[in-house]
Nanobody, 122 residues
């Protein structure tokens, strides 16, 4: 089992940047595929990005390609979400997720963080 805790959310202006972190508990962090989801007010939760166990492959939703980057540090049990060129439509609660199955990470990951709010003003 793994517990996930996000941090780094807050308020940013359009065109600005934010970096989210997700710290995972447990000794088997490197065995989990990690991902980020977001949920805007009145909308369903949506997949944003994912990264494989050793970070050799990443997957992005079209809405964030070229602006968001996911990375991980297995020595620190942490995954990061670097968000650049932020837009007001990026406003959402961002959730960290984990699963040992790469197929599930973009749909129904097993483990979730509690979420962190990101608000982008125009």
């Amino acid at each position: 089992q793994v517990q996930l805790v996000e941090s780094g959310g807050g308020l940013a202006q359009a065109g600005g940047s934010l970096r989210l972190s997700c710290a995972a508990s447990g000794r088997t962090f490197s065995s989990y595929v990690m991902g980020w989801f977001r949920q805007a007010p009145g909308k369903e939760r949506e997949f944003v990005l994912a990264i494989t166990w050793n970070g050799d492959r990443t997957y992005y939703a079209d809405a964030v390609k070229g602006r968001f980057t996911i990375s991980r540090d297995n020595a620190k049990n942490t995954v990061y979400l670097q968000m650049n060129s932020l837009k007001p439509e990026d406003t959402a609660v961002y959730y960290c997720a984990a699963d040992s199955n790469a197929i599930k990470i973009s749909t129904t990951p097993r483990y979730w963080g509690q979420g962190t709010q990101v608000t982008v003003s125009s």
